[in-house]
């Protein structure tokens, strides 16, 4: 069983929005903190946004005022909404899991920006 489901990729024009989500079981969803990373082709996988409370939440510069990152604990499913996307955002989008020195990863969905 895959810990991490990750949906809602796709193409997009320069200036679009995407709305991206991640279903976790209850065990991952509680293990750690929940998180989103991307790598675009030929790059190393970096850090896009990180949720620890709905009130406490870190973003890379890149994507600040651009993305919002959410959940909903019912649902075991966190989001990252995406606004303004740009070409260079063009990258797969995975979905984390963090506790400590452990991680669970999802696939990863491909969202790709064209100009």
């Known amino acids: 069983q895959v810990p991490l489901v990750e949906s809602g990729g796709g193409l997009v024009q320069a200036g679009g929005s995407l709305k991206l989500s991640c279903t976790a079981s209850?065990?991952?969803?509680?293990?750690?903190?929940m998180g989103w990373y991307r790598q675009a082709p030929g790059k190393q996988r970096e850090f896009v946004a990180r949720?620890?409370?709905?009130?406490?939440?870190f973003y890379a510069d890149s994507v600040k005022g651009r993305f919002t990152i959410s959940r909903d604990v019912a649902k075991n499913t966190i989001y990252l909404q995406m606004n303004n996307l740009q070409p260079e955002d063009t990258a797969l989008y995975f979905c984390?899991?963090?506790?400590?020195?452990?991680?669970?990863w999802g696939q990863g969905t491909q969202v790709t920006v064209s100009s």
């Open positions: 209850r065990r991952v969803f509680n293990f750690g903190t």
């Open positions: 984390n899991s963090h506790a400590g020195t452990n991680d669970y």
């Open positions: 949720i620890i409370s709905e009130i406490r939440t």
